[in-house]
């Protein structure tokens, strides 16, 4: 779906839809032009062609074309950040989905099925709207749905999506458990995409339970061998071996990989981890031999920012818990509390995740 052949034919599609008045025609063009660009993640444009190509859907009154719009809108939108039209967008393609009259189109269009995608991209989008819990259901929903379909791609298309929740939601033994079946299904099928995507996954899971080396040997392997033309989710990644690195601590080759980050994010337009980027960057500089704690005050008041802005709760949890554990140490207890608290609170579900139960430990200490 990334390569430039690809591309060029869909462009020259879309002209020729258009010099002739076949609308028809046009909108299937515009779902692959737009698929097209989110997988070379250029975003902006993929937007715009999704936006098109909702408007049509909507003027058109066709329920699965607009399930097709709904759901090929709202995927750019969570890696462009914009997180709650993303959910919207999602959960509408998925409550117009259809098995019987929609499940075609993974055959037809090489990809995974759209109701698998629409649930798997919703779990995500719920994520960072801080549903934790929610996101799990959803995702389970996702793989559900895959398991009921004869369509290898949607199956390991859903259980690599699941792990990207569990990884979300800091389940690291889980998520390297089940990356092994993942991994072999993949190579089994020949989808070599989504066995690089499981072999940094994996490395991930490593790393989250203590064995940083494996993990980043795994990642960087993951890296080498994801194919030509699919640049999406460079910076969550990036960002995920910066803080492997930290775990080593090697906090130079840590920022390094951060600053790489950033300028994939701001060429790309992929903001969705961007404030998680900076908070990294705040907890990398604290770790210098000589820590460079102003600077990272400031990385930390731009993720808090930039989460607020995305309405992204469980990033502006994890950075309203580095600048409140920052002032702690300054024995600004009271300031870190104040900032804390409210957003803590705001939490109705996912309290038995990391992040939560990590916020509520300092709380408890700053009381």
């Given at each position: 779906m990334g390569s430039p052949r690809s591309g060029h034919a869909y462009t020259r599609a879309r002209g020729l839809c258009r010099q002739v008045g076949d609308t028809p025609q046009l909108l299937s063009v515009l779902w692959g032009l737009s698929a097209f660009s989110t997988a070379r993640a250029e975003l902006q444009t993929a937007r715009e062609q999704a936006e098109e190509l909702f408007r049509l859907a909507q003027d058109a009154q066709d329920p699965t074309l607009l399930q097709r719009a709904h759901m090929q809108l709202g995927v750019p939108l969570v890696y462009l950040g914009e997180v709650a039209p993303a959910r919207a967008h999602l959960e509408q393609g998925s409550a117009?989905?259809?098995?019987?009259?929609?499940?075609?189109?993974?055959?037809?269009?090489?990809?995974?099925?759209?109701?698998?995608?629409?649930?798997?991209?919703?779990?995500?989008?719920l994520w960072l709207l801080g549903y934790p819990d929610q996101a799990l259901q959803w995702s389970r929903a996702a793989l559900t749905l895959a398991q009921e379909l004869l369509h290898p791609f949607s199956l390991a298309y859903a259980l690599s999506q699941a792990i990207v929740v569990h990884q979300l939601r800091r389940e690291g033994r889980t998520a390297q458990e089940q990356e092994e079946e993942v991994i072999a299904l993949c190579t089994e099928q020949g989808f070599p995409q989504l066995v690089a995507m499981g072999t940094i996954l994996r490395g991930w899971g490593l790393a989250a339970q203590g064995r940083a080396e494996e993990g980043i040997a795994q990642m960087h392997q993951g890296l080498a061998t994801t194919p030509r033309g699919t640049g999406l989710g460079r910076p969550p990644v990036l960002a995920q071996l910066a803080e492997a690195y930290w775990q080593t601590g090697q906090t130079e080759e840590g920022l390094q990989l951060l600053a790489e980050a950033l300028t994939v994010l701001d060429e790309t337009g992929e903001r969705w981890w961007e404030a998680e980027v900076h908070r990294l960057k705040g907890e990398l500089l604290l770790r210098r031999v000589m820590p460079d704690v102003y600077q990272a005050e400031t990385c930390f008041q731009h993720a808090l920012a930039l989460a607020r802005r995305q309405q992204a709760k469980s990033l502006e949890l994890r950075a309203a818990r580095s600048l409140a554990r920052l002032w702690q140490q300054q024995g600004k207890r009271a300031a870190a509390y104040e900032l804390l608290a409210p957003i803590y609170g705001w939490f109705t579900e996912g309290f038995d995740t990391a992040d939560l139960q990590e916020a509520r430990a300092l709380l408890d200490a700053l009381a």
């Open positions: 117009l989905y259809d098995s019987q009259q929609h499940h075609a189109m993974a055959f037809h269009w090489g990809g995974a099925d759209p109701g698998v995608q629409c649930r798997s991209y919703a779990a995500q989008a």
